[in-house]
């Protein structure tokens, strides 16, 4: 199957600074990207839907301004978790779409562990 | 708004039992992924059912798309510890985005 790799694994910050994500797609050209965030023995929720060469799309509830999407290559989107505070703790997956499948088949990085102090 | 309800959401059972996980939704999916994770990873997918009515064998695993496509099961036979782990189903609901159930967390006891 495709490999999406996540960078880095985990981070821990303290309050107030911000922190950086990378998401690849390492066998693959993925036009979207997807990112989630997961809490304890909980399902995935969709924070934004990020587009190659676009604007992400954020889903309701979700602040723009303090979660950061950039998607400049094929390969490469980028979370930035702005000003962090303790409640933005949590585990952050990405997923990529594989353009050239029929279906919505997404593919998973292996997260990364956001701790804020 | 799409949903898929997902049941049960947890599930202990002796190694060697059957048990089978349940997606639900009033909503017709083009398609329906089957998602496996371990603790501190991401989902790896184990299957994708795209036709009304399809099953798909993943060695002890058996998957089923219901006649409607609204609807999807996940059958595992002979359990062992190894399955142990959350199972996750997601539809697509043609909106570019996968809608996700809430998930099966699975203990296998040896």
């Known amino acids: 199957g495709a490999v999406v790799s996540q960078h880095p694994s985990r981070v821990i910050c303290k309050s107030g600074t911000s922190v950086k994500i990378e998401c690849r797609s390492l066998?693959?050209?993925?036009?979207?990207m997807f990112w989630y965030r997961q809490f304890p023995k909980q399902s995935l929720m969709l924070m934004a839907t990020s587009n190659e060469g676009s604007k992400a799309t954020y889903e309701q509830g979700v602040e723009k301004d303090k979660f950061l999407i950039n998607h400049a290559s094929l390969t490469l989107s980028t979370l930035t978790v702005t000003s962090a505070h303790p409640e933005d703790s949590s585990f952050y997956i990405c997923?990529?779409?594989?353009?050239?499948?029929?279906?919505?088949?997404?593919?998973f990085g292996p997260g990364t562990r956001l701790t804020v102090l | 708004t799409q949903l898929l309800e997902q049941s049960p959401q947890f599930l202990s059972i002796q190694e060697g039992e059957n048990l089978t996980v349940y997606c639900n939704s009033s909503s017709v999916f083009s398609s329906l992924q089957w998602y496996r994770q371990e603790p501190g990873e991401g989902p790896v997918l184990l299957v994708t059912?795209?036709?009304?009515?399809e099953v798909k064998k993943l060695k002890r695993l058996t998957f089923q798309f219901g006649d409607a496509r609204k609807d999807s099961s996940l059958h595992i036979t002979a359990a062992q510890p190894g399955d142990t782990g959350l199972y996750l189903c997601a539809g697509d609901g043609n909106t570019g985005k996968l809608i996700f159930g809430q998930g099966t967390t699975l203990q296998v006891k040896p």
């Open positions: 059912v795209v036709t009304g009515g």
């Open positions: 066998d693959f050209q993925a036009t979207t």
């Open positions: 997923s990529a779409r594989v353009g050239t499948s029929a279906y919505n088949e997404q593919f």
